[in-house]
């Protein structure tokens, strides 16, 4: 089949499209995207941008346009169904996103429809594409583990969403959506090794509390019967080493998967005596582990990380379905729809097992935002306003009166105990239209929100481009005042001598990394704005927020790996520009309500109180845990991140990529003072100035490791 012969679309343009899309260009020369449909125009422009497709505002205008061989249905999941119902009487085939419905009618309805079409309808279960999962079955069909006895599966995996948002994701609405999203990973494996689960049985524990009034279980544990094996999945949210593994105990031996990390070993009976069989055995097990270990570590030096474990299962995966659609069928039984049945009939026994309260029906589409209030001339509008200071702002500001309007893409509410002092309005923040209708009455605006791109083209679109709109439609509007977050990262902060203030320019700003670029973009043509046009703006420039509902993971302190290890940009005994959150909210709020200071910026940044290895002594004296950690070279990471750089560029084609300063990496590690007298002396702004009842306030709460 010729290269590019297989017309591809898809629709939902969010985060897990990314993966689909670097899965069919790595794996499916055959295949080409050339449509992208979403509400949100925004995300639809941006991928199919990226990948020479044209973008669509439905799913009914690609497939009335694009004639499509194949679509992707990455949607959130109650859209999952009718959509492929729709797809497939197009004549399309389908590559469904787990889960592939939201019940067992639902997905053999889809099976059933594919069968009437002569289409094929698969779901992605991408962690049966693993190459060790491949080698597993290959294992299992020799005999090297013989009749399974026990299957048992770990799914222990930090939920990062339940600590710091974002509060809206569909999976967080409910007790049941949270399960229909995360068991079909474990229970395809025994699906696909044992057949399908009988006996289903789930317990819960414990509950966690997010905004919006829901209560979400993070410990879970479902037994049940397959084949010949006693099944038992463990599932575990909260902060801790990552563990996703499946072992199987069978008459001849055990094998374990970490499907986490793409590795298989096996266990078998060893043929020594006590002293010689003891030694063998760990003598097999530290081989197995040494080249496993060293085949990732080649893989991911020789792909520049382009072929994770998760980018492999998404890999073979896509490949699977395209091999079958290329074929005329039938589609490989992990992933055909036959198998995506057997695991939703799991799921809903799994579900019924839920106390009543715990397990309303899921909704068929999302909830509509709360009716937005009688605008008024005192009332905010806070865009961004459902993440981490977000949050806090706009209870901040209910907490004096202010009657706010919060614009976010996604249609959850998470301030539902507010009642009408806060209306949810869904909307893109570049939506000229919707910017106006937002902003119609409202006093002051408060742009939070920010970009996460891959490129500066996307962060000149997603960030810069929604900025000037805002600024825009808030002259427009006639609004007394626009409070604008930027970011202490945007300044050069690589020199220990030096006291940043208000007044220090940010300097040359090329080879700054993207976000701290972006920010500073952002300000410059607001600030033209305010100069050329009379938009009374404010700037407001947090420092590393801390506090209740933010993440354990800051990177404003060092590079993570998980939750209990990190290194940090540089030596970590710098005093650090902490600040909590109530106090940023406090800040934001003096700087849209204190007279005359339009045009002026201010750093919201607390007093020097801790460095980074105070903040991670305070944990380990607060908590009880030690977190890992460990000093980073910034002359060495700047020196590594230009050999990543010219390796972009020469084996990925990536002209675009920039290596960025030395300034810059010293600069991650704030080793200049920032001052915050402007801030004090003009808002009367008083952040927390006690360093115990900092470190109490930032780390000595229940939700920083999800208990």
Excluded at 216 to 237: C, H
Excluded at 323 to 333: C, I, L, R, W
Excluded at 526 to 538: E, F, I, S
Aim: charged letters at 20%; aromatic letters at 6%; glycine letters at 12%.
């Amino acid at each position: 089949m010729a290269a590019g012969s297989i017309r591809v679309g898809f629709v939902g343009a969010g985060y897990i499209a990314r993966w689909h899309a670097a899965a069919l260009a790595a794996a499916v020369p055959a295949a080409r995207l050339v449509a992208v449909a979403d509400p949100a125009a925004e995300a639809a422009r941006a991928l199919a941008a990226a990948n020479g497709a044209r973008a669509y505002p439905s799913l009914g205008a690609m497939l009335a346009e694009a004639r499509l061989d194949a679509l992707h249905i990455l949607t959130p999941p109650p859209l999952h169904h009718p959509m492929a119902l729709q797809a497939l009487a197009a004549g399309a085939h389908v590559l469904v996103e787990k889960p592939f419905a939201l019940t067992a009618a639902e997905a053999e309805q889809i099976a059933a429809a594919a069968a009437a079409a002569g289409r094929i309808a698969a779901v992605n279960h991408n962690f049966l594409g693993l190459p060790a999962y491949a080698r597993l079955r290959r294992a299992l069909a020799a005999g090297l583990v013989g009749r399974i006895d026990a299957a048992e599966i770990h799914w222990r995996l930090p939920l990062a969403p339940l600590r710091a948002g974002p509060f809206g994701l569909w999976m967080l609405r409910a007790p049941v959506n949270l399960v229909t999203e995360l068991a079909p990973h474990p229970l395809a494996f025994v699906v696909d090794l044992l057949g399908p689960l009988r006996e289903v049985a789930l317990q819960t524990g414990r509950p966690v509390a997010i905004p919006g009034g829901v209560s979400l279980p993070q410990t879970w544990r479902l037994t049940a019967r397959a084949g010949t094996a006693e099944v038992a999945v463990a599932v575990s949210l909260v902060e801790g080493l990552e563990a996703r593994t499946l072992t199987l105990r069978g008459v001849a031996g055990t094998a374990t998967l970490d499907y986490g990390r793409d590795t298989l070993t096996l266990e078998r009976a060893d043929m020594g005596g006590i002293v010689t069989g003891a030694l063998a055995r760990e003598w097999s097990l530290a081989r197995q582990h040494l080249r496993e270990g060293a085949a990732n570590a080649l893989r991911q030096l020789g792909s520049l990380n382009r072929r994770s474990p998760y980018a492999l299962g998404f890999a073979g995966a896509v490949r699977a379905f395209y091999a079958a659609v290329a074929a005329g069928g039938p589609p490989d039984g992990r992933f055909a729809a036959g198998a995506a049945v057997a695991v939703a009939r799991a799921v809903d026994a799994a579900v019924a097992c839920l106390p009543p309260a715990a397990a309303p029906a899921a909704p068929a589409a999302p909830a509509p935002p709360a009716a937005d209030p009688a605008p008024g001339p005192a009332g905010a509008l806070v865009i961004g306003g459902t993440g981490f200071i977000g949050r806090a702002l706009v209870r901040a500001l209910v907490a004096r009166g202010t009657r706010v309007r919060v614009l976010s893409r996604g249609q959850a509410n998470p301030f539902a105990e507010l009642g009408p002092a806060v209306a949810m309005v869904t909307a893109s923040p570049d939506d000229p239209a919707a910017l106006a209708a937002a902003m119609a009455g409202v006093g002051c605006v408060y742009h939070l929100a920010k970009a996460d791109e891959a490129t500066w083209e996307g962060y000149l679109r997603a960030d810069v481009a929604v900025a000037e709109a805002v600024g825009a439609a808030a002259l427009a509007a006639g609004i007394g005042r626009l409070v604008y977050a930027g970011t202490i990262a945007s300044y050069d902060a690589s020199d220990p001598f030096r006291t940043i203030d208000e007044d220090t320019p940010f300097g040359p700003m090329e080879r700054r990394n993207l976000y701290a670029r972006s920010k500073a973009l952002c300000e410059a043509r607001l600030t033209a704005l305010h100069r050329d046009r009379g938009l009374p703006l404010v700037i407001a420039r947090p420092g590393i927020v801390v506090g209740p509902g933010g993440p354990l993971q800051h990177w404003g302190i060092g590079r993570w790996n998980g939750s209990g290890a990190v290194t940090l940009w540089g030596s970590g005994r710098n005093p650090l520009p902490f600040v909590l959150v109530e106090d940023v909210a406090d800040g934001l709020i003096r700087c849209g309500t204190v007279r005359g200071i339009e045009g002026q910026s201010f750093n919201l940044v607390g007093d020097p109180l801790l460095s980074a290895r105070d903040y991670f002594g305070a944990i380990a004296r607060l908590t009880g845990t030690r977190i890992r950690v460990r000093s980073g070279n910034l002359v060495g990471l700047w020196l590594a991140d230009g050999a990543k750089t010219l390796l972009k560029r020469r084996l990925m084609g990536r002209g675009d990529a920039v290596w960025a300063s030395r300034a810059d990496w010293r600069s991650r590690g704030h080793l200049a003072r920032f001052g915050n007298a402007r801030a004090k002396a003009v808002l009367g702004w008083r952040p927390e100035a006690d360093r115990a009842a900092l470190a109490a306030r930032a780390i000595d709460h229940p939700g920083l490791f999800g208990f």
